[in-house]
């Protein structure tokens, strides 16, 4: 059974501080989605993360993918309050199905 | 170009009464399916579809029927609402961009209430 974990679930942190959200799952995939969901609203892409070793970047935020270690991050840099939402990583599987990991919700306080 | 369109966006139902959660989308997506979202769980999938008159369940199907008859429509019925029904339920369609690489759209959702 596929499995998607996430970590923290809950990130409070300073504006301009770094930290990085840890999205581990369970068997082998080859795509990886990060989106991003403000309150009340929909999911939001941010990016998608095809091979091992992809790093993407936007902003103040960086996603890389770890195939062999089934492991997915999302740095954050320099923290402001606009990025204060949940994050959600999710493995696509069998085609075209997502599981998703449960959330990170972030609180960016000045 | 709408996307993905959701309705109603907020919904009140009685226990044992059923409805049904409209999905339409614009972008000629051959892939649909419904997720629901409750605290602290992420999102689940509840049904799927890779084609008109083609469906199957995904980790929570049960209590929710699908049916889809053209590329543009997939609604989600509830046969007899339950409260552990009570979530958020969004829809997404999704198209193969190239070979592995699926690009999903998600509607705005839907937040059932059943008492």
């Known amino acids: 059974e596929l499995k998607v974990e996430q970590n923290p679930l809950f990130l409070s942190m300073q504006e301009g501080k770094n930290y990085t959200i840890y999205c581990n799952y369970s068997?082998?995939?080859?795509?990886l989605y990060w989106y991003r969901q403000d309150p009340g609203k929909s999911l939001e892409s941010l990016f998608v993360l095809l091979s091992n070793g992809a790093v993407k970047q936007e902003g103040r935020l960086m996603a890389s993918l770890d195939t062999k270690a089934r492991l997915s991050t999302l740095h954050i840099t320099a923290a402001v309050h606009d990025l204060s939402a949940t994050y959600f990583c999710?493995?696509?599987?069998?085609?075209?199905?997502?599981?998703f990991g449960t959330g990170t919700r972030l609180q960016v306080f000045p | 170009n709408a996307g993905v369109t959701q309705t109603p966006k907020f919904q009140v139902l009685k226990t044992g009464q059923s409805m049904t959660l409209q999905c339409a989308q614009d972008m000629n997506h051959e892939y649909m399916s419904w997720y629901r979202q409750d605290p602290g769980m992420g999102l689940r999938l509840i049904h799927y579809s890779v084609g008109a008159g083609i469906t199957d369940q995904g980790e929570v199907p049960n209590g929710y029927n699908v049916s889809r008859s053209t590329t543009e429509d997939f609604p989600l019925r509830l046969l007899s609402a339950a409260p552990s029904q009570t979530s958020v339920y969004f829809c997404?369609?999704?198209?193969?961009?190239?070979?592995?690489?699926?690009?999903?759209?998600f509607g705005s959702g839907t937040r059932l209430t059943v008492v």
């Open positions: 999710a493995v696509g599987y069998n085609t075209d199905k997502l599981i």
């Open positions: 068997t082998t995939s080859d795509r």
């Open positions: 997404a369609s999704s198209s193969l961009i190239r070979e592995g690489f699926y690009g999903y759209t």
